[in-house]
């Protein structure tokens, strides 16, 4: 049996209008002839969400008593006994109460999709794992109900329901997002401008990730020969987002490129790796400056790479063309006199030829006079 | 020739400096340009290099090792703003980033992480950027080395960016 097909509504907070969204397709699916069921669905009082729902059919929920109180949740087994071509299923990261056979709803949604049932969904995209701390940092509100990444890149569709973080807020403001006792605090937490344009950006950061990952499969033809093949050149797969590459060597300096090459990564929305390739073992020096260069990491959100090898352009073209790199960042080179430019070209020029596809800057020391020489790497 | 290439790669962090290293740490609050220029000018007098540590506190609801955009981008303008300043100054600068969950958490990990001669503290006047009498008093009883503890500032500044 062939697995059911899985498409995300995903959102940058509560009340874009993700769970409307899912409704609407799942109405046009139905007047398109589908058998469209609700599988779980959670208006939040909503009057507009739930007239969407209007129509369509609403699957039995599971009653389960819960320290004293009456909850309900999805009723996995219902869903597969009615098995609708397409179910909707709101809150994709939910905890479900004890006493399914899946502790999360992504888990219940994997095993309907399992039996050929297409799934609508919904989620948050504070609730994907990897973005979990980034989110809390940037609105100082953690997330506990948490959505692996895996989940949302094995989707088969990712729309991202998009509204202004100023229509959200003049949204909530009408009581159209929660009830009115509810409003201002709302506004005083999670619901601030830069909040949510935070979240925003995240949002939409993480679907032209989804579609860049899903882009390149999908460019590709069946020949008459019944072989696949690629209607696209390799190198040209990293269209929407940006990855960085520092190279550093582990001395004071390197210090200055990574913060350089973090601040181009910030404007790019774009992941930063920092690479030091050693030709030997690093020495006392290089050991502390190393561990400097993994806290300043660690802290910038940056990824540092330590490869071995004796010749760093080779070492750093392969690492570029693993991690799809679109920018290499680099101090600038040694001024070597005319005949030893002419037998050994630097490692830029080096680069430049064989990286034809990734853009190379020189990180400029504005700090230091043009006379002084900085030490860079050797080619 | 070979003592050229050695003033060369000695070069890496801009003028050469010596082995002596001084610890300059400041936190997302603001340092103020007097007490900088005190630690550039003791540092130039000892021709040692100044370890400017943004100290950076990681809130509970994080994970420690959590990367901290925001202070990121408060702890990457101060260090380029300390760096040119050094450079007036011709003092070689080796910068640090240290997190905590408190300031004093991150001075902790400093001492612990860090190899330095000296440590320059700008105390705070009242609200102002700098230490409280509770971190210099803690750092006196618990750091090695020499400690300089620079007067408040009146003209204190906060952050640029």
């Keep these: ?379 | 020739v070979s003592w050229l290439k050695r003033e060369k790669q000695s070069g890496a962090s801009g003028p050469a400096g010596g082995d002596k290293r001084i610890l300059f740490p400041f936190d997302a609050h603001g340092l103020a340009p007097s007490a900088l220029d005190a630690a550039l000018r003791l540092a130039r007098s000892q021709s040692g290099t100044l370890v400017p540590v943004f100290l950076a506190r990681v809130p509970l609801h994080l994970s420690i090792d959590a990367a901290l955009p925001r202070q990121s981008k408060l702890a990457v303008a101060m260090q380029d703003a300390v760096e040119q300043r050094a450079d007036e100054f011709d003092v070689p600068v080796d910068s640090r980033i240290e997190r905590g969950r408190s300031y004093r958490h991150a001075l902790r990990q400093t001492i612990a992480n860090e190899r330095f001669e000296m440590i320059v503290l700008a105390a705070a006047a009242g609200d102002g950027p700098g230490f409280n009498a509770g971190d210099v008093a803690w750092l006196l009883a618990n750091a090695p080395g020499e400690i300089v503890v620079l007067r408040p500032a009146l003209a204190a500044v906060a952050p640029a960016d």
Excluded at chain 1, 15 to 30: D, N, P, S
Excluded at chain 1, 53 to 61: D, I, N, Q, S
Excluded at chain 1, 201 to 216: G, P, S, Y
Aim: charged share 25%; net charge negative.
């Design chain 1, 1 to 379: 049996m062939a697995r059911g097909h899985h498409k995300i509504f995903l959102g940058m907070a509560a009340g874009v209008g993700k769970t409307y969204r899912m409704l609407q397709e799942g109405q046009a699916e139905a007047e398109a002839g589908r058998d469209v069921a609700i599988g779980y669905l959670e208006p939040h009082d909503r009057p507009a969400t739930a007239a969407q729902a209007e129509g369509l059919e609403t699957l039995p929920r599971r009653g389960i008593s819960y320290r004293g109180n009456r909850v309900e949740d999805m009723d996995l087994t219902a869903i597969i006994t009615r098995h609708p071509e397409l179910c909707l299923i709101d809150e994709l990261a939910h905890t479900n109460a004890p006493g399914g056979p899946h502790e999360k709803r992504y888990e219940d949604v994997n095993e309907v999709l399992d039996t050929g049932i297409d799934v609508y969904s919904t989620v948050n995209v504070q609730h994907l794992e990897s973005l979990n701390d980034q989110v809390s940092e940037l609105t100082g509100i953690r997330v506990r109900e948490t959505l692996p990444d895996a989940v949302l890149a094995s989707a088969d569709e990712v729309v991202l329901v998009d509204v202004t973080p100023q229509s959200l807020i003049e949204r909530l403001i009408a009581g159209k997002v929660y009830k009115p006792e509810a409003v201002q605090p709302a506004l005083e937490n999670f619901f601030k401008i830069e909040n949510l344009n935070a979240l925003r950006e995240v949002a939409l950061r993480q679907v032209a990730e989804d579609v860049e990952a899903k882009r390149f499969p999908a460019q590709t033809a069946l020949r008459p020969n019944g072989r696949r093949e690629r209607l696209i050149d390799t190198h040209a797969q990293q269209a929407i987002s940006e990855r960085l590459l520092a190279l550093i060597t582990p001395q004071p300096g390197a210090q200055r490129i990574v913060r350089r090459a973090w601040r181009s990564a910030q404007r790019l929305g774009a992941e930063l790796d920092v690479l030091w390739v050693a030709r030997a073992n690093p020495t006392a020096e290089q050991s502390e400056q190393i561990e400097a260069l993994r806290r300043l990491a660690s802290v910038l959100g940056a990824h540092l790479l330590l490869e071995q090898g004796d010749d760093v352009a080779l070492v750093t073209q392969r690492v570029a063309r693993e991690r799809n790199t679109t920018y290499i960042l680099m101090g600038p080179p040694h001024h070597h006199g005319a005949l030893t430019r002419l037998l050994r070209p630097s490692l830029a020029a080096r680069l430049l030829r064989t990286l034809p596809e990734i853009d190379l800057r020189i990180v400029a020391d504005r700090t230091r006079p043009a006379e002084r020489d900085v030490p860079e790497l050797d080619p």
